[in-house]
């Protein structure tokens, strides 16, 4: 048996959750991994029911946080070298950048034998200045030459991280897209878009258009109610903008919508003739995916996007900005419309275009399941894992203990 340590940056909701949880899981006997994580943000939905399911019960470092803080930041450094010492890993597989710093920081100091870490997207556009960018751009650079491997998600992002960000060789990278449990998603449909609609008062000749995900500057949430107002105003049919999510945005949005001329409903009591519902955080995605016509992303930079994996395997069509993984999650204009993440207009007319048409949507829709099937279940997801490590074991000739 060999051991991995696995450390994620925190345990909310969204992607590296589940790919570290399934990891986990689906790796042993051959693989005992102790998972690793840091304290989630008060504004952002715990995943804690996603390990809960899987039977796994992890480690968490408080001092590990999302934001900067050198004295924080050292505690979980030493944290993670006390548990290396006495878990004695033959790998240390970090996810995302917190974890992937401190976390290989502390592995090198140890000596361990192989390091891996996974790029759930990255931060080298659309979130910091220039000067900061180039910091941790230096960092990484730093860190990905003592690193064993690198993973990316997808082709695009690897082309990124090596040939335009220059962190690393492109040899040194490996592909291993995220998987998930995806049955849930096409079982029990109608059933789950009843309990939704009734609860989010969405009339049955309403289109909801759905946008899933935090309220955060990145996911340019702006830019989908300007398109959604156009798009309102184009279309033949009703039309309601389904806001699944939250976080520091929220009232920013809320805001937002008043000055453009949008009316929307948030809390207990909601409004059925509001333009746009804010929901709030939903565990149950499959229920959200089943409420809604259509699937929406607005993002200014993504790696590799749940929801609309996620919305393909409940059959939902797709408007979304062309932006980094996402030509490696959809197929353009089979499962997916896309448009330039400046274009307002484009992703409105590509809202409308469905909206209006029925014909095209239930096409489109059925392009999705198969696709992501085979590319994103989380058996796949074990497996391309597993030859990545036999291969990182043979080469460095380690021995199970």
């Known amino acids: 048996m060999y051991r991995i340590l696995r450390i994620t940056n925190r345990f909310n909701l969204g992607g590296p959750t589940y790919n570290v949880t399934y990891l986990t899981r689906y790796l042993a006997p051959e693989f005992e991994t102790m998972l690793v994580g840091g304290q989630k943000e008060e504004s952002e939905a715990s995943s804690d029911f ?26 979980a450094y030493k944290h993670i070298k006390k548990l290396i010492k006495d878990f004695k890993p033959h790998i240390v597989h970090t996810h995302a950048a917190k974890a992937g710093a401190l976390g290989r920081m502390a592995a090198f100091s140890c000596n361990v034998p192989i390091t891996v870490h996974t790029f759930h997207g990255h931060v080298f556009h659309s979130y910091f200045g220039n000067v900061q960018t180039a910091v941790y751009k230096n960092i990484e650079r730093y860190l990905a030459k003592w690193t064993t491997a690198l993973v990316a998600l997808s082709e695009k992002q690897k082309h990124e991280l090596s040939e335009i960000h220059h962190i690393a060789p492109a040899e040194k990278f ?4 995220l998987g ?32 899933i995900g935090r309220l955060v500057p990145v996911k340019n949430h702006k830019l989908f109610l300007d398109a959604f107002k156009l798009a309102k105003a184009q279309s033949s049919n009703k039309l309601k903008a389904i806001i699944v999510g939250d976080g520091e945005m929220r009232e920013e949005l809320m805001a937002y919508c008043k000055a453009i001329g949008l009316t929307y409903t948030y809390g207990n009591t909601i409004d059925a003739s509001a333009n746009v519902v804010f929901t709030s955080w939903i565990k ?25 994996i996620e919305a393909q395997a409940a059959g939902k069509p797709i408007v979304s900005t062309q932006t980094g993984g996402i030509e490696n999650v ?7 419309l896309l448009s330039p993440v400046d274009n307002s207009l484009k ?34 997801l074990a497996l391309n894992m597993r030859l990545l490590y036999q291969e990182l074991i043979e080469r460095k000739h380690i021995k199970a203990s």
Not at 187 to 209: G, Q, S
Not at 292 to 304: K, M
């Open 284 to 308: 149950e995605a499959d229920v959200a995916t089943a409420g809604v016509d259509i699937v929406a992303l607005s993002s200014l930079n993504e790696g590799t996007p749940v929801s609309l």
């Open 347 to 380: 992703f409105a007319e590509n809202l409308a275009k469905l909206a209006d048409n029925e014909q095209l949507r239930l096409k489109i829709s059925k392009q999705g399941k198969d696709f992501v099937m085979e590319r994103f279940h989380y058996t796949a």
């Open 174 to 177: 490996h592909i291993v897209p």
């Open 330 to 336: 959809v197929i353009p204009e089979i499962t997916a």
């Open 50 to 75: 996603i390990l809960e399911q899987n039977g796994i019960k992890p480690t968490i470092i408080p001092e590990m946080r999302r934001s900067i803080n050198p004295m924080n930041d050292i505690a």
């Open 180 to 211: 998930f449990d995806l049955e849930r998603f096409w079982t029990n449909v109608p059933e789950k878009r009843k309990l939704f609609r009734d609860k989010y008062k969405i009339a049955d000749n309403e289109i909801a258009i759905g946008i």
